[in-house]
């Protein structure tokens, strides 16, 4: 056990040195004889002492310490992220520190703030779409940054990502192959713009190869939320005819395939529905969905070995897209 009592006077004591030769050995500032580096460490290691952290960070001008910055721990999907950052930055020896905005932009500056404060080396940001309140935080910050799925035109910070050009192809493609042509969308309006237009250029480019006029009637803004889901494809079935339906997270479209279940509709015979993101537990609804797969760990490992690449003053890309995949389940079959 820890004692908190001993100090760096105590090292200092038992090993018959200085207090600025244990602080030279534990923030290898400057050099000392093998012999005492060695008399020092035995005194650290008899008397349990721990460095304070914060107070070597300001020392060293380094905190350990990668922020995280995410809008709802409660989605799987930004829970995933979460996890693979956490442990590449657990291997490298950084502390990840997390923080839970809500989708809140006062929390969101008010935890950049936070990140400021505690002198971290590094951060991982995600948020729906960037304001002009991030882009004049991040001009005046000091702090190594890579953002998850967010672009910006005016900052120059790096990001990963997948295409999302070519994941809505590949949906809207899938569907059409498998005989639809009736194809409701439901998206997020508060997403980052570049993503949005990649997805919604896709939709109707993709519907426009096959003859199939793009109907706004059909296209509804939906929230990263099952009520949100729900609710908006009620209103969508209410007044319109589809056969099936794409949402671009997978959450809303646990929330369509009940709302679709509800107005009396079967899944996939009357109407196929898909997802994006393949959470962890679209596989376990009843169906199963069909849904676009994000490489979530990755995009947070990925995103991690880049900051702390940024850390080391090494360079790294301005944009790393990773591989997507469709995961065929359940939720939709082929017309004949």
């Not at 809207?172 to 919604?200: M, T, W």
């Not at 109907?215 to 209410?238: A, M, P, Q, W």
């Not at 900051?307 to 939720?331: A, F, Q, T, Y």
């Amino acid at each position: 056990m820890i004692d908190i009592k001993i100090t760096i006077k105590d090292v200092a004591k038992r090993a018959g040195v200085s207090i600025s030769t244990v602080s030279r050995v534990i923030n290898d500032s400057k050099p000392v004889s093998d012999e005492v580096k060695q008399r020092v460490l035995d005194a650290i290691r008899d008397t349990n002492y721990r460095p304070n952290q914060l107070a070597r960070g300001l020392v060293l001008r380094k905190s350990n310490i990668i922020g995280m910055i995410i809008p709802d721990i409660a989605n799987p999907y930004y829970a995933a992220i979460v996890e693979g950052a956490e442990e590449i930055a657990n291997t490298y020896g950084y502390t990840l520190l997390l923080c839970n905005t809500h989708g809140e932009l006062d929390k969101e500056i008010e935890y950049l703030n936070l990140m400021a404060d505690k002198q971290a080396d590094g951060l991982l940001f995600m948020t729906g779409k960037l304001k002009s309140e991030h882009e004049v935080w991040f001009k005046d910050a000091d702090i190594k940054t890579c953002f998850i799925n967010l672009y910006s035109r005016k900052l120059d910070v790096p990001m990963v990502s997948i295409d999302n050009y070519n994941a809505v192809s590949e949906a809207v493609e899938f569907l059409i192959n498998n005989g639809h042509k009736n194809i409701g969308l439901l998206y997020a309006p508060d997403v980052d713009d570049l993503l949005q237009e990649e997805r919604i250029r896709a939709y109707k480019e993709i519907l426009n190869n096959h003859g199939i006029s793009y109907n706004e009637d059909i296209v509804k803004e939906c929230r990263f939320s099952i009520e949100s889901g729900y609710n908006r494809t009620k209103d969508l079935l209410k007044d319109s005819k589809i056969d099936a339906l794409l949402s671009t997270n997978d959450m809303a479209a646990i929330g369509a395939m009940r709302a679709v279940l509800d107005m009396g509709y079967k899944i996939p015979e009357d109407i196929s529905v898909m997802g994006f993101d393949d959470i962890n537990f679209s596989e376990y609804y009843k169906p199963s969905l069909t849904t676009i797969k994000q490489p979530t760990y990755d995009m947070g490992a990925v995103a991690t070995r880049m900051v702390i690449k940024l850390i080391l003053g090494e360079h790294v890309e301005k944009m790393v897209l990773l591989p997507h995949g469709l995961v065929r389940r359940e939720s939709t079959e082929k017309r004949q």
